[in-house]
C-alpha cells in the first residue's frame, strides 16, 4: 500500500532568505501577471527585523490568485517548503484598520505589501499566543505606547467586542508591563547620564572652563 507524501515540515527562513524565494516566485508567475498581496505576521516582521524568522507568508488581500498559487508550489518543490508557505489562512481574523501598507518586496510580476505597526500590533495582541508576545511588545515600542488601556483601546478599535476576551485583555496587560519593564532601566541610564553631564558642567563652570 502507498502513500501519498506529507508536507515538510515548516522550515524557518530570514529575511534575505524570504526575498530569495519571493524573487523565485515572481519568475514563475506567467509572463505579463500582475499580481499584488498584503503579508501579515512572521513575513512582514522577518522583512523590517533582521533577527526575526518566519515559516510562511500569511495573505491578507481579498485574493490569492491561482497562478500564485501554482508559482508558490513550484518554489516549495524546489526547496523543500511547505506546500501551503504561502497562504491566506489568516484573513479571517484581520483588524479592522487602515492597514498602512507599505511595499517589501516587488518584482516585475508580484509585488507584496507588509502592514503597518498598528495593524500588525492589533493581529498580535488579538492571537494572544506565547509565541507572538514577543513581538506585541516589540512593535507597541516602536509606536510608543506603554500603557495598558491604549493597548485595549486599539484591540477594540481593530475588533468587535463580542470577540475579545478576558486573555486578550490580560495579554494586553502582560505586553504592556514588558514595555514598561524594558523601559525601566533605559530611563535610570538617561537619568544616570544627565547627572553625570551635570556634574561635568558645574565642575566646568567652577573652574572657568568651556564646556
Same mark, same amino acid.
Not at 33 to 57: F, H, K, N, P, Q
Not at 121 to 127: E, Q, T, V, W
Given at each position: 500500500?502507498?502513500?501519498?507524501?506529507?508536507?515538510?515540515?515548516?522550515?524557518?527562513?530570514?529575511?534575505?532568505?524570504?526575498?530569495?524565494?519571493?524573487?523565485?516566485v515572481?519568475?514563475?508567475?506567467?509572463?505579463?501577471?500582475?499580481?499584488?498581496?498584503?503579508?501579515?505576521?512572521?513575513?512582514?516582521?522577518?522583512?523590517?527585523?533582521?533577527?526575526?524568522?518566519?515559516m510562511?507568508?500569511?495573505?491578507?488581500?481579498?485574493?490569492?490568485?491561482?497562478?500564485?498559487?501554482?508559482?508558490?508550489?513550484?518554489?516549495?518543490?524546489r526547496?523543500g517548503?511547505?506546500?501551503?508557505?504561502?497562504?491566506?489562512?489568516?484573513?479571517?481574523?484581520?483588524?479592522?484598520?487602515?492597514?498602512?501598507?507599505?511595499?517589501?518586496?516587488?518584482?516585475?510580476?508580484?509585488?507584496?505589501?507588509?502592514?503597518?505597526? *498598528?495593524?500588525?500590533?492589533?493581529?498580535?495582541?488579538? /492571537?494572544?499566543? #506565547?509565541?507572538?508576545?514577543?513581538d !506585541?511588545? $516589540? @512593535?507597541?515600542?516602536?509606536?510608543?505606547?506603554?500603557?495598558?488601556?491604549?493597548?485595549?483601546?486599539?484591540?477594540?478599535?481593530?475588533?468587535?467586542?463580542?470577540?475579545?476576551?478576558?486573555?486578550?485583555?490580560?495579554?494586553?496587560?502582560?505586553?504592556?508591563?514588558?514595555?514598561?519593564?524594558?523601559?525601566?532601566? *533605559?530611563?535610570?541610564?538617561?537619568?544616570?547620564?544627565r /547627572?553625570?553631564? #551635570?556634574?561635568?558642567?558645574?565642575? !566646568?563652570? $567652577? @573652574?572657568?572652563?568651556?564646556?
Amino acid at each position: 500500500m502507498t502513500h501519498a507524501p506529507s508536507d515538510p515540515q515548516p522550515a524557518l527562513f530570514d529575511g534575505a532568505t524570504l526575498l530569495t524565494l519571493l524573487t523565485e516566485v515572481n519568475a514563475e508567475l506567467p509572463h505579463g501577471s500582475t499580481v499584488e498581496i498584503a503579508a501579515i505576521g512572521g513575513a512582514a516582521l522577518t522583512l523590517r527585523w533582521s533577527d526575526r524568522m518566519s515559516m510562511d507568508v500569511d495573505v491578507v488581500s481579498e485574493f490569492m490568485p491561482p497562478e500564485l498559487r501554482a508559482a508558490a508550489a513550484t518554489v516549495a518543490a524546489r526547496y523543500g517548503l511547505r506546500s501551503d508557505w504561502i497562504n491566506d489562512a489568516a484573513k479571517v481574523k484581520t483588524p479592522n484598520l487602515d492597514p498602512q501598507l507599505e511595499v517589501l518586496y516587488r518584482g516585475d510580476r508580484l509585488t507584496v505589501y507588509g502592514t503597518g505597526t *498598528r495593524y500588525l500590533l492589533a493581529s498580535k495582541l488579538f /492571537a494572544a499566543r #506565547d509565541t507572538d508576545f514577543d513581538d !506585541a511588545v $516589540r @512593535l507597541a515600542e516602536e509606536l510608543g505606547l506603554t500603557d495598558a488601556e491604549e493597548m485595549l483601546e486599539l484591540l477594540s478599535d481593530a475588533y468587535p467586542r463580542r470577540l475579545l476576551t478576558p486573555r486578550n485583555e490580560y495579554n494586553a496587560r502582560m505586553v504592556a508591563e514588558a514595555v514598561q519593564q524594558r523601559a525601566a532601566p *533605559r530611563a535610570a541610564g538617561d537619568d544616570e547620564r544627565r /547627572a553625570i553631564v #551635570d556634574e561635568l558642567t558645574a565642575e !566646568a563652570q $567652577r @573652574l572657568g572652563l568651556d564646556y
